[in-house]
């Protein structure tokens, strides 16, 4: 490309430096010296999606009334099953014709909602350390992130309380996400509510995304927004088939809620996307009423692996928490570290790869990130290689 005159744009030429491009290049040279790695930096679900998800998929291929253009709002059918699961999981009725969108997994819904309602210069609250995608939609759609900081002293909750009187009055919208990716906290039913008081007082529409809400741990599923009164009113819940079922790659996921705010975002992604495969969505109805000991077995096995991995570390004198849902161990650095000398060790002296905290944002200084998306045989071998490494 070298001598093409024209740049990128200033949107792309602005987006925070790429933390994770120093340990990708780490990493790379590693698996070149022959290093056996051990992958604890993705999010992504090791184990295959369900037979019968799969097999729905490819029934449904074979229909051809499936081959044409798709409705952008999603198949009323998947919007039904939606709906069922919501009422079955959360006891919330939603109206399938307006409170749910289909998306092409949530972050595609993540990512344009600031387009629908954040005109330049807008706020919107983000929670830092959070999902990259929430600052990067907001700044793509000329809004301004104000970081909600994640720390120990506020249990790695937003301080509603803390955010200055004329930025919560200029906030458009507000982003936060239980069971939560880094630190793999989850808001209670009470936090929803001060959630809903605030979002009522300052007219902030809030975007919850629950993409984890059925990783949970030791039998105690995570609220849904939705549960809360006012909730409905005040925003929307993004969620995601990709962590629940193992279908990362299949690109399903919806939004419930606020029926204008999910016509704000409909009106968008009928002028960028044409829909969600039907043959998917059809996939999709499979997966939601998939019985339960589909779901408790997923969980068992990554309640088996947090079982294995969180004592070994703490054994080691590491400070970890073991997590109440989601897949990711947010550990505390150990003295002398920083997130990214402390991963850098972590790759260089034992070959596993975890996640820098700063990555997510600046108030992760000082944890990384570690997933449970491997086997606990492999996660028992990690334990084992920082043991006789020592840090
Ligand atoms: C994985 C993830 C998502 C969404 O994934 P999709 O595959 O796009 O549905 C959303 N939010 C968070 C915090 C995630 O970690």
Request: hydrophobic letters at 40%.
């Amino acid at each position: 490309m070298s001598g093409f005159p024209i740049e990128v744009a200033t949107r792309i030429k602005t987006l925070p430096p790429y933390l994770f491009a120093a340990i990708d290049t780490m990493k790379q040279a590693a698996i070149a010296r022959g290093v056996d790695i051990i992958n604890l930096g993705i999010g992504d679900p090791d184990l295959p999606t369900p037979t019968p998800i799969v097999e729905s998929l490819g029934k449904a291929a074979k229909d051809p009334k499936h081959h044409q253009y798709p409705s952008y709002e999603g198949m009323l059918s998947f919007r039904k099953a939606v709906a069922d699961w919501y009422k079955r999981r959360f006891n919330v009725t939603l109206d399938p014709a307006n409170e749910v969108l289909t998306l092409i997994g949530s972050k595609e819904g993540i990512g344009h909602i600031p387009l629908a309602f954040v005109n330049p210069g807008d706020i919107v609250l983000v929670p830092s350390p959070g999902y990259p995608v929430y600052p990067v939609g907001t700044s793509f759609a000329g809004g301004v992130s104000h970081l909600m900081p994640l720390t120990k002293q506020n249990g790695f909750l937003p301080d509603l309380t803390a955010i200055p009187r004329d930025v919560a009055k200029k906030a458009k919208l507000m982003f936060l996400n239980s069971p939560n990716n880094p630190t793999s906290v989850i808001m209670s039913k009470d936090y929803f509510k001060r959630v809903v008081d605030f979002a009522q007082e300052n007219q902030i529409i809030v975007c919850h995304d629950a993409a984890y809400s059925e990783i949970f741990y030791d039998g105690k599923p995570p609220a849904s927004f939705m549960e809360i009164d006012g909730a409905k009113d005040v925003g929307i819940e993004f969620h995601s088939l990709s962590k629940t079922y193992n279908m990362t790659g299949w690109r399903i996921g919806f939004a419930v809620g606020h029926r204008q705010v999910l016509a704000g975002l409909g009106k968008v992604k009928s002028n960028l996307d044409s829909g969600c495969f039907q043959a998917i969505q059809e996939a999709g109805i499979t997966a939601l009423n998939l019985d339960d000991s589909v779901t408790d077995g997923l969980r068992k096995i990554y309640q088996e692996r947090r079982d294995t991995l969180v004592p070994g570390l703490k054994q080691l004198g590491l400070e970890v928490d073991p997590p109440p849902a989601a897949f990711y161990i947010w550990v505390t650095v150990p003295k002398g570290y920083t997130s990214a000398s402390f991963t850098a060790h972590l790759l260089e002296k034992t070959g596993i790869v975890t996640t820098p905290g700063n990555g997510f944002g600046a108030p992760g200084e000082g944890y990384i990130r570690m997933t449970v998306c491997t086997s606990k045989e492999r996660l028992a071998e990690a334990v084992e290689r920082i043991r006789k490494a020592g840090f």
